[in-house]
């Protein structure tokens, strides 16, 4: 239950933007200071710190957001996809429409690679490639490597918790839910529930046309925040604040990862809370409220948890007392933990 509403906390915060009055300069100096976990995660940032990557390509920047730390790791990866590239080459050697090769590709992708089942929280393209298992971006990625690889150009499209993929023909753009290995069949459809159980719903063309075309240093952005929830639901709140800073530094525009990172430091303090850790709960609200000052969430919280402190003073003052009378060396032993915080309300 518990991580089921982390994991819920952090869609309720971003979707009432709670987050939009962030201050983005000490996120962002905060988010510069922060030491990577890797010289290979040293060497992307540095990399991406003009703009663009010209030491790696998407697939090795999504590769190290998602977890990869040593060279000879990435070099694995990067020997398995080039060896699904020369044998999609092989397919399509003679076809020189480029719809058609699309269709191919597509086809390949699914036939070949996404073997799995989707998995919203499949954040990690090593588990794709190894597994099966996929979701939205590790999809998208992987069809943008094959298509690029190909001659075709290419848009990783971020939505409110969706990622799809904008395919650049001669006769138009074609938009690509990689997910679906039937969407290039009935493109317009509507995932539903019924259709496609457990999925989310295919975005509409409105919502597609007010997509947000991310980079290749802010598509890997999104695999460092997608570590952040998956992290956050867990309740393993250092990583998740740490995931969705690296997330901030590489794209400071990602809302999503401020919201998160919010919800963390509001979910941390919770839990420390619950240990009758205050002085440590207050200070991580307080660092929350620095960087959105206005938060309502955090600001009740706040007050809730000094509220909740002094009692808990009072109530510990009153029973040392009494037992230091009735048994004295029993005296810290036998404190009483006294649980408070209600679950925060958001409106």
Not at 10 to 31: K, P, Q
Not at 199 to 213: M, S
Not at 215 to 241: C, D, W
Not at 268 to 274: N, P, T, V
Request: net charge negative; aromatic share 8%; with cysteine.
């Amino acid at each position: 239950m518990q991580r089921l509403w982390l994991a819920a906390i952090v869609v309720v915060l971003s979707a009432h933007g709670l987050v939009a009055a962030a201050d983005d300069f000490r996120l962002s100096s905060v988010a510069a200071n922060l030491p990577p976990a890797s010289v290979l995660e040293e060497e992307l940032w540095s990399d991406a710190d003009d703009g663009r990557l010209d030491q790696f390509s998407l697939l090795d920047a999504a590769l190290i957001a998602g977890g990869v730390v040593t060279r000879h790791e990435l070099n694995h990866y990067e020997q398995l996809t080039a060896k699904h590239l020369a044998e999609l080459r092989d397919l399509t050697r003679t076809v020189n429409e480029p719809r058609r090769k699309v269709e191919i590709i597509f086809a390949f992708l699914h036939r070949r690679v996404l073997t799995g089942s989707y998995d919203l929280f499949c954040g990690d393209l090593r588990r794709t490639l190894d597994e099966g298992s996929y979701n939205c971006l590790t999809a998208s990625v992987l069809m943008t490597y094959f298509c690029e690889g190909q001659g075709l150009r290419c848009e990783i499209l971020e939505m409110p918790g969706h990622a799809m993929l904008r395919i650049l023909l001669p006769e138009g753009p074609l938009d690509v839910e990689t997910t679906s290995a039937t969407w290039l069949e009935r493109p317009d459809l509507l995932r539903t529930a019924e259709a496609r159980k457990g999925l989310p719903a295919f975005p509409t063309v409105e919502v597609r046309q007010t997509a947000r075309v991310v980079s290749p240093i802010q598509a890997a952005a999104m695999f460092y925040y997608n570590r952040g929830v998956t992290l956050l639901s867990a309740g393993k709140y250092a990583e998740a604040a740490t995931a969705n800073l690296k997330a901030f530094r590489l794209d400071p525009q990602n809302m999503l990862a401020r919201g998160n990172l919010l919800a963390t430091l509001n979910n941390w303090s919770i839990e420390l809370g619950r240990q009758n850790r205050y002085a440590e709960a207050a200070e991580l609200l307080r660092e929350g409220l620095r960087l959105d000052n206005r938060h309502p969430v955090l600001t009740e919280n706040l007050a809730r948890l000094q509220s909740r402190w002094e009692e808990y003073r009072k109530h510990e003052v009153g029973t040392h007392t009494r037992l230091l009378r009735e048994e004295p060396s029993s005296a810290a032993a036998s404190s009483e933990q006294v649980s408070f915080f209600a679950e925060p309300k958001v409106d």
